[in-house]
């Protein structure tokens, strides 16, 4: 059953847990300057963290209604934010390897896209990329896709939090066979969900500025700085877009965004590969937001983001996996060991995105690229109780010299142990509590068998 809308869909808000006591070996707090805090424990209340501390200092409440979870030999942590992904394309993982991007979206995803996606496999793909990042620490991600309704019901069902985006291009696309009506039904989609979740934010996504006009830009920039909410954009991400943006506009991609009026700090954009010097010092001059999404880059051998240059500048970046389709996974874990080896690489030098630099923008640098970053993004009292914990009893991570480098260097998402959103547990000694990853599996499995072996390469 997928109805469209809201139908049979409970507001939310009103899930959290009474009161949750969170106590591990260490918490990394995410705070600037903070040090790691030994034998942590962590108060949360409606959702809140109440109360952080060494296990002296933070007592146990004296009433009994308290959920403990004692996670035993871990790292706490604040959860992580995947900055740009397009969920429901897991049901995409592996089918289309090893090509570039024209050839990967014009001749695979695009006809994949039209002749099986549906608010069925939609939504099944999107629970199904719930559970993948809820299953490797993932608590908050920025999601563009279509029949976004579908996403919308998914995150909520899972419990995780969101900006859940509507894809608008000036193509026919699932879901809006009519180009015409891409900001119309973009526009809907806001009304629709606006206001329905404390947890997810609606938002639009338009796919880049080569397959929208400027005319779609404008308008889309418009509907979101009336709700609000950022607007995500593709940008910069091949040579390719690059030369025909300048054919069409005369202009770099960031420089014609400019001249749109699109570079503003509500602004998020995806890649941003090919972007000189002078446009990465324009877009931070503007206050434009980068999800910076190495793999996909490498996979689609698009090249590799200045990313040293961009922090240089002083952009806001986050880090995010892109879909599954272009990755093949969406471990936020992962991403962040590669993000950092591929800077020492481009750079040719060693120090460059450090692993604690790497760790904030997949937790504080996403939390700024939401507009959530007094909300979410570091573990400290007043916060959201968005916090996940690492198994530290694994052979790969011991011995333990700096949790950091564990996190980045040593670590991946299946050492992940509990994740708990807005105090809401939904993963427990990675047992999961919202989802049933037996039947998402299984239905994907079932409904993607339906795409037989038309859109394999070669
Ligand atoms: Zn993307």
């Not at 879901?175 to 329905?196: C, D, H, Q, T, Y």
């Not at 503007?286 to 002083?314: C, F, Q, T, W, Y």
């Not at 959103?421 to 919202?434: A, H, I, P, Q, S």
Request: overall charge negative.
């Amino acid at each position: 059953m997928t109805p469209s809308g809201k139908q049979g869909l409970d507001k939310g808000g009103s899930h959290r847990n009474g009161t949750l006591l969170i106590q591990g070996s260490m918490a990394i707090t995410m705070v600037r300057g903070q040090a790691p805090i030994p034998e942590a424990r962590i108060l949360v209340s409606g959702g809140i963290i109440v109360e952080i501390g060494t296990v002296d200092q933070v007592k146990p409440p004296t009433h009994d209604r308290v959920n403990v979870i004692d996670a035993g030999h871990v790292i706490i942590l604040p959860g992580l934010v995947n900055a740009h992904t397009h969920s429901a394309m897991t049901l995409f993982r592996g089918m289309a390897d090893d090509l570039p991007l024209r050839k990967w979206l014009f001749e695979k995803i695009f006809p994949a896209e039209a002749e099986f996606l549906s608010p069925e496999t939609v939504y099944w793909g999107a629970l199904l990329g719930c559970l993948e990042m809820i299953a490797s620490g993932t608590t908050c991600f920025l999601d563009g896709y279509f029949f976004q309704d579908q996403t919308v019901r998914a995150v909520h069902e899972s419990g995780m939090r969101g900006l859940i985006a509507q894809g608008v291009i000036d193509f026919p696309a699932p879901g809006v066979p009519e180009p015409r009506e891409n900001i119309k039904a973009a526009l809907e989609f806001m009304e629709r969900w606006s206001g329905f979740s404390d947890l997810i934010t609606p938002g639009i996504f338009c796919h880049s500025p080569l397959t929208c006009s400027s005319k779609t830009l404008t308008k889309a920039l418009e509907i979101s700085s009336n709700y609000g909410v950022p607007l995500q954009i593709h940008l910069s991400e091949t040579k390719e877009e690059v030369h025909g943006i300048i054919a069409k506009s005369g202009m770099r991609p960031a420089r014609y965004l400019d001249q749109l009026g699109l570079t503003v700090p509500s602004l998020i954009a995806a890649h941003g590969v090919h972007l000189d010097p002078e446009e990465i010092r324009l877009l931070s001059r503007k206050g434009v937001k980068i999800a910076h999404v190495p793999e996909s880059n490498m996979k689609l051998g698009s090249g590799v983001a200045d990313v040293s240059g961009m922090i240089r500048s002083g952009l806001a970046l986050g880090l995010g996996t892109d879909g599954c389709s272009s990755n093949n996974d969406l471990d936020l874990l992962r991403e962040m060991d590669t993000a950092s080896k591929l800077a020492k690489v481009f750079d040719m030098d060693p120090s460059s995105l450090k692993a604690r630099e790497v760790l904030e923008m997949a937790t504080t640098g996403g939390a700024r690229l939401m507009g959530l970053e007094k909300e979410i993004g570091t573990l400290e009292k007043g916060k959201k109780a968005d916090i996940i914990t690492v198994d530290l009893d694994r052979p790969h991570l011991c011995p333990l010299y700096d949790p950091v480098s564990a996190l980045v260097y040593s670590a991946n998402g299946a050492d992940v142990k509990d994740v708990i959103v807005d105090g809401k547990v939904l993963m427990r000694n990675r047992e999961f509590k919202t989802l049933d990853p037996d039947e998402i599996m299984a239905r994907v499995r079932e409904l993607t068998g339906k795409l037989g072996t038309r859109f394999l390469h070669p």
